[in-house]
């Protein structure tokens, strides 16, 4: 009790393009009242259950240690139905202590970005409603939504300098500007992805790019059980450059 990991990427654009360097980092913490000198440690990732004890306050700083230089190589085998990852480099962790080890470091990664739009903007108490009710409901779904998503998607392959099995964890994205400084731009997490999946992530949305979403035509026929009804799509591009949305 009281050892955790979890993993956490980095996705960088040189510039406004496909082409992305991907990092990959596990961070561990101790707070087991422990100290772990030359450690052999082994990350099991996957949906494992485990039977939870009662909770328990315990309260501990957290300290963040110096980052090891250089990062220690990390292998991944198939382990059963989940991955294990096994750090090349003994660690020494003490208590109430927090290390960062890289275990991806991938360059000319492509991850192309998207727009979707999803023009329903669907009210929250619909959520609470038989499905009945909301088939008969002739407002339901009638509300646009003008917000148009911004995606960033990847083949998680060998052939795109990736396909190893990544755990679970939140991806950030960068992109560098006109000055060679990096601009945080988004973010979101993955689950755990097996080799050969493919990746999309929601990490914001679009500024200059406007969607609309009008019902045209409804008709209900409570009898027969059927409706029929039509909606026209609207976007517009503010931007300077083409934009190809999916909608």
């Known amino acids: 009790g009281g050892l955790n990991w979890k993993a956490d990427y ?3 654009a040189q510039d406004d393009n496909d082409k992305v360097n991907l990092s990959g ?3 561990f913490s101790n707070n087991s009242g422990k100290n772990f000198a030359q450690a052999v440690v082994k990350l099991m990732a996957g949906d494992v259950n485990k039977v939870q004890p009662t909770p328990q306050f315990h309260a501990k700083a957290m300290v963040l240690a110096e980052m090891a230089a250089p990062a220690p190589a990390v292998t991944q085998q198939d382990f059963d139905e989940y991955h294990l990852y096994s750090l090349q480099r003994k660690l020494d962790l003490q208590d109430g202590e927090t290390k960062q080890v890289e275990f991806l470091n991938a360059s000319a990664v492509t991850a192309k970005k998207l727009f979707v739009y999803d023009g329903a903007a669907i009210e929250e108490h619909y ?4 499905p009945e009710n909301i088939r008969n409901d002739p ?3 009638t509300r646009s939504n003008r917000k148009v998503w911004i995606m960033r998607e990847f083949k998680n392959e060998k052939a795109n300098q990736l396909g190893i099995p990544l755990p679970k964890g939140r991806v950030r994205f960068y992109q560098q500007g006109d000055d060679q400084q990096l601009e945080f731009i988004g973010e979101n ?3 755990h992805t097996p080799a050969n999946e493919t990746v999309r992530l929601y990490t914001g949305n679009a500024f200059d790019i406007v969607g609309g979403r009008e019902r045209l035509d409804y008709q209900i026929n409570t009898q027969e059980r ?3 009804e039509s909606f026209r799509i609207k976007l517009k591009n503010r931007k300077k450059d083409k ?3 999916t909608a």
Do not use: F, L
Request: charged fraction near 20%; glycine fraction near 4%; hydrophobic fraction near 40%.
């Open 139 to 141: 407002e339901y779904g």
């Open 243 to 245: 934009a190809s949305v």
């Open 25 to 27: 980092w596990v961070t």
């Open 189 to 191: 997490n993955i689950d």
């Open 127 to 130: 959520r609470y409603q038989s």
């Open 10 to 12: 980095n996705i960088v």
């Open 226 to 228: 059927w409706i029929r």
